[in-house]
């Protein structure tokens, strides 16, 4: 859809988007909501006729008293509740981001999801589960900068009945000092708006790839977990993990395991049992892409 289009949709009615399974109707009247969409889901399915919508939501400036008016912020709502602590005006970009994940998150209990990014390559996909600074995040961008297919930075979503990951491909958020390494990496890629002074710090959020979002609805057979963690100017180091410790922190990465209870159980138990589990420590982006491509050209793989 043209710009223009999409304003009028998102003032209106609502643009209706399809992110990975799940089709979202966004209402806002929000500047910085708009050029975020325009710019980095340029490539994402859109549809102005009526269809099931999964999560209905609106990010939009917070009608409040007088001081709002002297210092405005956003809000984000879902179905008419309002979830969050509202934002500063300028964070409405990451606001919209983090709301979509806070949806799949809560919700989509058809899948075991981790707190993971996922990419693909040959047909096989990496699912790299981690807690926030360990550098997943970066590490995906650059692999996607070398071809790799994105599914997700944040959120794998693995069918409870198949086992398949399936796609959530939307902006890679980057946080901090990662934001400029990743400019410096991937000289052609496409960043949306900085937020400064988050509650995570400066985020933005980076382009995916039209080849990765044309493919949003081509799930993939996970074949390794990979488990990163940055250190500034460590020695690169890959080393199996034992399956049962890879469960757990696949368990504490899960945001609804013990919701699902026997499924999530036996979802997690199927997927790790078909494929391989590594430790990754690294300090540099090569290093790690350079180990990664050993292992998935491997035999084990």
């Known amino acids: 859809m043209a710009g223009a289009d999409i304003r009028s949709s998102l003032k209106s009615t609502g643009l209706q988007i399809q ?27 859109t549809d102005s006729q009526p269809r099931f919508i999964d999560f209905s939501i609106e990010v939009d400036r917070k009608k409040s008293s007088i001081r709002g008016w002297l210092k405005p912020v956003a809000e984000f709502t879902f179905n008419g509740n309002v979830p969050f602590t509202p934002l500063p ?3 409405s970009p990451a606001l919209l981001e983090w709301g979509i994940n806070w949806c799949v998150s809560a919700h989509a209990h058809q899948f075991l999801i981790l707190h993971a990014a996922v990419v693909e390559k040959d047909g096989k996909a990496l699912v790299m589960p981690a807690l926030s600074g360990s550098g997943k995040s970066t590490l995906t961008a650059a692999l996607v900068s ?10 794998a979503l693995l069918c409870v009945d198949s086992g398949q990951v399936f796609p959530f491909t939307k902006p890679i958020s980057l946080k901090n000092a990662s934001i ?37 609805n081509d799930s993939a057979t ?12 460590a020695a690169p180091s890959l080393s199996s993990r034992a399956k049962s410790s890879a469960y757990m922190t696949i368990v504490e ?25 590594f430790d990754l420590s690294f300090g540099d982006l090569d290093d790690a892409i350079e180990l990664v491509s ?6 084990s793989l």
């Open 89 to 91: 005006l300028d964070q």
């Open 253 to 277: 990465n899960a945001f609804n395991y013990y919701l699902l209870g026997e499924r999530g159980f036996e979802c997690a138990s199927y997927v790790l049992n078909h494929s391989e589990a």
């Open 146 to 155: 070398k071809g790799w297919r994105l599914l997700s930075d944040e959120l």
């Open 19 to 45: 992110i990975g399974p799940f089709w979202f109707s966004i209402r806002s009247k929000l500047p910085d909501v708009h050029e975020h969409l325009t710019t980095l889901y340029r490539y994402a399915n």
């Open 180 to 216: 400029d390494v990743i400019k410096d990496y991937w000289l052609d890629a496409r960043f949306g708006k900085s937020c400064t002074d988050t509650v995570k710090g400066t985020v933005s959020h980076l382009c995916p790839p039209d080849a990765s979002v044309v493919r949003t």
């Open 222 to 233: 996970v074949a390794a977990f990979i488990f990163p963690k940055f250190r500034s100017g």
């Open 294 to 299: 050993q292992i998935w050209g491997g035999e």
